[in-house]
């Protein structure tokens, strides 16, 4: 029976577990700290059960006085406002963390139901492949035991950790990083967010709509440096209009705690003050102390794992799947590079990572999703491709719901129409992506959506009419 270790239990590992014992291995997952890895018990999954509860208060904050909802008071000032709503941060941070156990014990329960055997401890390769063509496995329990495991195949799903700034240490009371936030028992007063990627932009927004005061430090022009340009500005004109202060150009130097506050100095010298200070500055890849180079595994200057698009890495027999790639820091991309993995060494049908149909998302408030290419494809004459992009204003259901902010974008390739690339700036923008991402990966074109039916009144609306300009547009251009 073929062997396989799996080193790490994120989406990367679990879904490889249950792809290889399905097709008839015998399969090890090596994890130190529960099946799900960080993206289950520290990052994803709490982080979007934070922002759901923030996503509730948001909605209701921003529509309610339009839609004529009233909400009683017993404040017996007449000139107060009819509202009282807050938030038990305790209570929030504790359902997430239940939320992020239960679901890593359904992913044990589902590997080990497959065939798959977990154990505990921390993976090591030992030394370069054996005449045989097997690999050594060394794992480490947390008593400090070993146990040796020969595989014909090792794929590492071991992940990243929180980024860290010399003279800005995380003390997990005042000064935090992404993973220690669900400790607080308090909502913090005033926040100060370091770094204006999608991880620092998801926790200003949740916090300043659960109530907080928030500073989002920003090094470079604009929030969400990485994302659609257009999209990037509709969020950072949202932020500003209720209340956070964006300090775009600003570059974060240190963090220390005097007393009960956080002082945050800038490279220019100006020092901000607050009550927390989180911590959103990037990742490193989990790939220290694994014995990876010594077995023939090359890893990039950053640290993390060069793979090819079946995520094969420099080593015979040894895969890699995960934010230790360093490809897209997303679960569903750890999850199928981890299948592609065991249908390619299992000698199974498998097609190579396409990232060109990878659809992401933002969960701020309103949701970024992108799909294909990007806006920063065609301005870089990367691709050449039509460009619509339609305001949500001139939606029917979003006028109904008071949604004012957000678009839908499409690009398609002059001549046949087919479509390339999209973006959504909307609530729930992660579920309208899906028709654009079907669309992306069969090569459909703008005639074919537009054809399509869509319910009245709907979001989803707004995609079948983008798709109807495009189809104009390349008529008037054969024209």
Excluded at 158 to 172: L, V
Excluded at 263 to 270: H, K, Q
Excluded at 275 to 301: F, W
Excluded at 337 to 356: C, E, T, W
Aim: glycine residues 10%; hydrophobic residues 40%.
């Amino acid at each position: 029976m073929t062997r396989i270790v799996i080193i790490g239990g994120g989406p990367g590992g679990y879904e490889a577990a249950l792809v290889g014992a399905q097709l008839g291995a015998e399969v090890t997952v090596v994890d130190c700290d529960g099946l799900g890895g960080a993206s289950v018990l520290t990052d994803c999954v709490p982080s979007k059960t934070l922002i759901a509860t923030a996503e509730v208060m948001t909605t209701f904050d921003s529509s309610y006085e339009e839609l004529g909802i009233i909400v009683a008071d017993d404040t017996p000032h007449i000139e107060q406002a009819a509202r009282v709503v807050g938030v038990d941060l305790g209570k929030v941070n504790r359902r997430v963390k239940r939320l992020a156990l239960a679901q890593s014990h359904d992913i044990t329960a589902s590997v080990t139901r497959a065939g798959a055997r977990v154990m505990r401890g921390r993976g090591r390769l030992d030394g370069l492949q054996a005449a045989d063509g097997s690999r050594e496995v060394v794992v480490t329990a947390a008593d400090g035991t070993e146990e040796r495991l020969s595989a014909d195949a090792v794929l590492i799903a071991t992940g990243g950790h929180p980024r860290e700034i010399p003279d800005a240490q995380p003390d997990g009371e005042r000064i935090l990083n992404w993973t220690q936030v669900y400790d607080l028992d308090e909502l913090p007063e005033e926040l100060i967010v370091v770094g204006s990627g999608v991880t620092g932009a998801e926790f200003a927004g949740a916090y300043q709509a659960l109530g907080s005061r928030v500073t989002l430090v920003s090094s470079r022009d604009r929030v969400l440096p990485g994302e659609d340009p257009d999209a990037a500005a509709v969020l950072e004109d949202v932020f500003r209009r209720r209340g956070m202060n964006v300090m775009a150009r600003s570059r974060a130097q240190s963090a220390k705690r005097v007393g009960d506050r956080v002082e945050v100095t800038l490279a220019d010298g100006r020092v901000i003050t607050g009550s927390h200070c989180l911590m959103a500055v990037g990742a490193i890849p989990n790939t220290a102390g694994m014995g990876l180079e010594e077995a023939g595994v090359r890893l990039k200057d950053s640290g993390h794992i060069l793979t090819d698009r079946v995520s094969r890495t420099s080593a015979p027999g040894v895969y890699a799947a995960g934010d230790v790639t360093g490809i897209f820091a997303l679960a569903s991309v750890a999850a199928m590079q981890g299948r592609i993995a065991m249908y390619h060494f299992l000698g199974d049908a498998v097609a190579p990572l396409n990232l060109k149909t990878v659809s992401a998302n933002v969960f701020t408030d309103p949701e970024i999703a992108t799909v294909g290419y990007s806006q920063a494809d065609v301005d870089a004459g990367r691709i050449d491709a039509r460009v619509v992009k339609l305001p949500l204003l001139r939606n029917p259901r979003a006028k109904m719901q008071g949604i004012r902010d957000g678009f839908v974008k499409i690009f398609c390739r002059p001549g046949t129409g087919i479509v390339v690339g999209g973006c959504v700036v909307a609530p729930r923008a992660s579920e309208l992506i899906h028709p654009i991402s079907l669309a992306v990966d069969n090569n459909l074109t703008v005639e074919q959506i537009a054809k399509a039916f869509t319910v009245y009144p709907s979001l989803s609306g707004s995609i079948a009419e983008v798709a109807r300009q495009l189809h104009t547009r390349k008529l008037t251009d054969e024209g």
